[in-house]
């Protein structure tokens, strides 16, 4: 079925049903591409054809897995903008991720100039309001030869995107989780802390072992001790005991997610109590609501939690009220139907 299609020229239009988007890959026109030598600056970066790469078998990504990637959204807005959510912080969290990664920063303007480009060139699969959005994703990598354990002798910075639908189909189901007690997504010292592609193979088993036993995805708990709440899969985890809202602290295994900071601010904002700190497995389990929150994820509200043999269910498996409120206020400030107080959205 198509939708959407007749009223537009030929060239403009996609032939998509935007009702039935979902969180996958759709192949879209153009993607933009730099590079850089080491030791040198980037080159100017441009647009080209979305296309296969062409990589040594050596190059260090392919070997050694140097490499970090982002996630981001472009979505249209109620005044008819096709706006971005607070990219100069997936910007700055790039530079830091290269830096810890031993790869060139990109510098702020230049990530933002391609993020801008790249949503213009395939503007055409941008979703309508309210269906779903354009993911953007960003790619920084080794793509020099290398044989030796050591950083690549050149890195390629490129973006594609991806229309997707919206994470909550027909209104925000709450998911079931499980804690792993088996698996650990970062230890200290390591790379949890940032975006690197190295830390998401390892999490995919796991991962399908849990969806295989009907589960959405996998609390992941600190690999010290074994009990206090890391992350959800790829989303950064929030419980709310008595009006009180907590969130993991940062510590550099958890990754610090700019819809995490943004929930806190908009909480604070509210007027409510947030806590970043340390939370027990059980302090979780005990909670009047629990909810994750990530780009693609947005807010998600948690409906059952499973650890060991012990079952909770929040707020008799429906949305929790600080939860709804929560994901009405940062969805109505990405499409811009209340006023951005904040500043966070920003035109392509
Ligand atoms: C990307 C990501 C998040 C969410 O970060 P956002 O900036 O909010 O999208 C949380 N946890 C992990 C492990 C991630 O990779």
């Known amino acids: 079925m198509l939708t959407g299609v007749s009223a537009v020229s030929e060239k403009s239009s996609v032939d998509m049903d935007w009702d039935s988007l979902t969180f996958s890959f759709t192949k879209t026109d153009r993607m933009y591409v730099a590079r850089c030598n080491e030791g040198e600056e980037w080159e100017k970066g441009l ?192 419980c709310v005991k008595n009006e009180i809202i907590s969130t993991p602290e940062l510590t550099g295994t958890i990754l610090a997610g700019v819809t995490r900071s943004s929930v806190i601010e908009l909480a604070k904002s509210r007027g409510y109590e947030v806590r970043e700190e340390k939370i027990d497995i059980s302090y979780a389990m005990d909670a009047d609501e629990c909810f994750c929150v990530g780009t693609a994820a947005v807010v998600s509200a948690i409906g059952t939690i499973e650890h060991g043999e012990k079952v909770v269910e929040f707020c008799g498996g429906r949305v929790g009220p600080i939860t709804m409120e929560m994901y009405e206020l940062l969805t109505s400030i990405q499409q811009r139907k209340i006023a951005d107080e904040f500043g966070w959205t920003v035109e392509v």
């Open 47 to 238: 647009m080209q054809d979305f296309e296969n790469l062409s990589l040594s078998p050596a190059s260090g990504v392919i070997n050694y897995g140097q490499g970090l990637f982002e996630g981001m959204k472009a979505q249209y807005a109620e005044d008819g903008k096709v706006v971005l959510f607070r990219p100069a912080e997936n910007a700055r969290r790039s530079r830091e991720g290269a830096r810890r990664l031993g790869m060139p920063p990109i510098p702020e303007e230049m990530f933002l100039d391609a993020i801008k480009q790249t949503v213009k060139e395939n503007i055409r699969w941008v979703p309508p309001i309210g269906k779903g959005a354009l993911y953007i994703r960003p790619l920084l990598f080794g793509s020099g030869a290398i044989l030796g354990v050591a950083p690549a002798p050149e890195f390629t910075f490129l973006v594609y995107v991806s229309p997707v639908g919206p994470y909550f189909k027909g209104g925000i189901k709450p998911t079931s989780l499980r804690v792993s007690d088996e698996f650990h997504r970062a230890a200290p010292g390591g790379s949890g802390g940032v975006k690197a592609i190295g830390n998401y193979a390892p999490g995919m088993v796991p991962s399908k072992m849990a969806k295989k036993d009907g589960f959405s995805e996998i609390i992941y708990l600190d690999a010290v001790n074994h009990k206090y709440v890391e992350e959800v899969g790829a989303a950064n985890f929030f």
